[in-house]
């Protein structure tokens, strides 16, 4: 294993214990009454049984507020997280771009290398792409950031 791979390794660990965002109350995930500027999606990877509600608040054009509640293996926690500590203070093109970036790393079977400069700690779930069956994983807090996203006005 590469020193970066290692480094890799150590930033999915670190992130999936840290679960920043991760503080959406239970009482809150069946909202049905949202604000205009908040959106809210619930993503579940039926092959795993990873899964997660998301919900992201937006002020004017900007994410002001990002928070979810999910569980599941080390990858999709940590992608949660990195993603968590990334889009807040974004516009939302800034958001949608980010996400496709990192859905083209995902994509791409190991073969798009991920730019550190565009995708931060996201980078290292890079190696993910090599492992179709963990794809989804690493995309399940993306999606689902997309979508909530989508519904915000």
């Avoid at 992201?56 to 002001?64: A, I, K």
């Avoid at 949660?80 to 970036?101: R, T």
């Amino acid at each position: 294993m590469s020193s970066l791979d290692s480094l890799y390794q150590q930033i999915i660990l670190e992130e999936s214990k840290a679960r920043r965002g991760g503080d959406l109350p239970a009482e809150q995930l069946d909202a049905t009454q949202l604000p205009a500027n908040v959106g809210q999606c619930h993503q579940l990877n039926p092959v795993c049984g990873d899964e997660i509600t998301l919900r992201l608040e937006t002020e004017g054009d900007q994410v002001s507020g990002i928070h979810w509640a999910g569980d599941g293996c080390s990858i999709s926690m940590a992608s949660a997280s990195i993603l968590s500590d990334m889009v807040v203070g974004l516009d939302k093109a800034g958001v949608q771009s980010l996400i496709d970036s990192f859905r083209e790393v995902m994509r791409s079977r190991g073969k798009h290398e991920a730019d550190e400069d565009v995708l931060g700690d996201a980078a290292a779930l890079s190696g993910v792409s090599k492992f179709p069956a963990r794809v989804k994983c690493a995309m399940l807090a993306w999606v689902a950031a997309e979508d909530a996203l989508n519904q915000t006005r």
